[in-house]
Nanobody, 130 residues
């Protein structure tokens, strides 16, 4: 299984970006899974931004991402998107997607913990300037 992110860029505060995570070697339609986006800002630990669990169709958002970010995937598409609106300077960082096969039901915000995921991409840089 491989994950490749793209779409990172330098934008001004208030702008929008859509990041893509292309997944190969994993069939979304045949397996339950959790998919998430994570951010690592300079000098900080990696933090969970948003994750989705297929078994219960639940999406978990970090407080900083609520009402600004959204995760999506089209049916029959092996690409997962992170739409980011109204970007802030504190959104700057390396954004990485991660995948974990399995059935996750009612886990809660623990699905934002990086340790829940085993397969990671290399990340894409997002820089937001004021």
């Amino acid at each position: 299984v491989q994950l490749v992110e793209s779409g990172g860029d330098s934008v001004q505060a208030g702008g929008s970006l859509r990041l893509s995570c292309t997944v190969s070697g994993f069939d979304f339609d045949d397996h339950d899974y959790a998919i998430g986006w994570f951010r690592q800002a300079p000098g900080k630990e990696r933090e969970g931004i948003v994750s989705f669990t297929s078994a219960d169709h639940h999406t978990y958002y970090a407080d900083s991402a609520k009402r600004r970010f959204s995760i999506s995937r089209e049916d029959f598409d092996n690409t997962v998107y992170l739409q980011m609106n109204n970007l802030r300077t504190e959104d700057t960082g390396v954004y990485t997607c991660a995948l974990q096969g399995g059935t996750f039901i009612g886990i809660g915000r623990d699905m934002l913990r990086p340790g829940r995921f085993r397969v990671w991409g290399r990340g894409t840089q997002v820089t937001v300037s004021s």
